[in-house]
């Protein structure tokens, strides 16, 4: 089992709709959870980060975090042609080596 | 502007000639970290650096070596590349509490 699971299956929405996005994982030691968006020939960018159970929202994005369940999840609202991008959840057990997912592609239709 | 530069950002070279892939941060950082991104496999850590002349072994290190002689610079060396080392490679650097910032790739082709 891997450490950490993504879907990878594309994502395709409607302008204006909600996006959802999860990852489950098996270590109990991940304390630290990200969410990157990454642009087709680009680095990935941090979009959210958070150590802790719980929603943390930054506008239209929200992550949320269940510890018990070891599941996260990312919620992008009235969702843009902008937001078309492949989003990774990554975690980190606090000795700062991150183990990613293998990456959600999400396009959105204008 | 804070950033993570990678370069070259793209390269085509032969197997067995070595080559160095260079990064450098402006922002500080304690930590760096060089990760390859494959189809299907995602993203991989090849080696992580805590510190200066501090530098341990991430998932897929064969094949690879690194440096940490100075704060801002963690170049990634290939002593003999094999085509199986053909991939995009990113170099991140992090302050050990917000994440890690990414450059912007570099595309290794090796023939």
């Known amino acids: 089992q891997k450490e950490v699971e993504q879907d990878p299956g594309p994502l395709s929405v409607p302008e204006g709709a909600i996006v959802s996005l999860n990852c489950t994982y098996s270590?109990?030691?991940?304390?630290?959870f990200m969410w990157y968006r990454q642009y087709s020939r680009k680095g990935p960018e941090l979009l959210m980060y958070?150590?802790?159970?719980g929603n943390k929202e930054d506008g239209r994005f929200t992550a949320q975090v269940d510890k018990s369940s070891k599941y996260i999840s990312l919620f992008i609202r009235d969702s843009q042609p902008s937001d078309s991008a492949t989003y990774l959840c990554?975690?980190?057990?606090?000795?700062?080596?991150?183990?990613f997912g293998k990456g959600n592609q999400v396009v959105v239709i204008p | 502007e804070a950033q993570v530069t990678q370069n070259p950002r793209y390269l085509i070279t032969v197997t067995g000639k070595k080559l160095t892939v260079t990064c450098s941060q402006n922002?500080?950082?304690?930590?760096m970290s060089w990760y390859r991104q494959d189809p299907g496999l995602g993203l991989r850590q090849i080696y992580y650096?805590?510190?200066?002349?501090?530098?341990d072994k991430g998932d897929v290190p064969e094949g690879y070596k690194v440096s940490r002689k100075e704060k801002r610079n963690f170049p990634l060396i290939l002593e003999s590349p094999s085509p199986n080392q053909t991939s995009l490679y990113f170099c991140?650097?992090?302050?050990?509490?917000?994440?890690?910032?990414f450059g912007s790739g570099t595309r290794l082709t090796v023939v």
């Open positions: 650096s805590m510190n200066v002349e501090v530098t």
């Open positions: 922002m500080n950082h304690e930590y």
């Open positions: 990554a975690m980190d057990n606090g000795n700062n080596r991150l183990a």
């Open positions: 270590n109990s030691a991940f304390q630290y």
């Open positions: 958070t150590y802790s159970s």
């Open positions: 991140a650097s992090s302050d050990g509490w917000s994440g890690y910032t």
